[in-house]
C-alpha cells in the first residue's frame, strides 16, 4: 500500500505534472467531495511563476468540468426522488433561491460551502445545462485569478529557492 501511495504521489509531483495534478484536484474539489484546490494552484504558480495563466484556466476547466458533473448529479437525484411518488415537494431554501435566479445563481459557485450544491440543485431544478457551466466557469475563474493573485501579494517571499 505505500509502494502505490508513493508511486501516485511522485505521479501528481507539482513541478514535473504541475497542470495535470492542478487539473485533476481542481476537478475533484468541484464535487460534493471537501477538498479545496486553491493551494495547488498557488504552489505551481510559486514554483513556477511565468505558470500563472495557464494553471488559473487550467484549474478553471477542472473545477467547471467538476461543477458540470455534480450538476448531472443532482439532475439524477431529481429524478430518482420523482420515481418516489409518496414524497412531498422538496421546499428548500436553495431550490427557491436558485429557481428565482437560474443559471445566473451559478455565478456562486466558486463560493467555498454552498457554491458545490449549489450546482446540484441547479441540476436538480433542471435549469438549462450550457448556461449553468457558462455561469459556473465565469465564477470559478474570478475566484482562481483573485485567490492566486492575492496569495501571491501576501505571501511573495514564500517558497523562493
Known sequence: MEAWLDSLMALLALPKFGLS??????????????????????????????????????????????????????????????????????????????????????????????GDPLCAVAGWLKLPFWPCVFYMAIGKFGRYVTMTAAMLWFWPGQFVH
Open 21 to 114: 495534478t492542478v487539473f485533476i484536484v481542481a476537478f475533484i474539489s468541484a464535487t460534493l467531495l471537501p477538498l479545496g484546490s486553491e493551494p495547488a494552484v498557488f504552489g505551481l504558480v510559486k514554483l513556477n511563476p511565468d505558470m500563472f495563466w495557464p494553471a488559473v484556466l487550467v484549474a478553471t476547466a477542472g473545477n467547471t468540468l467538476g461543477g458540470a458533473v455534480t450538476w448531472w448529479m443532482g439532475r439524477g437525484a431529481e429524478a430518482a426522488y420523482e420515481r418516489m411518488s409518496h414524497h412531498k415537494p422538496p421546499n428548500a431554501r436553495a431550490l427557491r433561491w436558485l429557481a428565482r435566479w437560474g443559471t445566473k445563481g451559478c455565478l456562486l459557485s466558486w463560493l467555498p460551502v454552498v
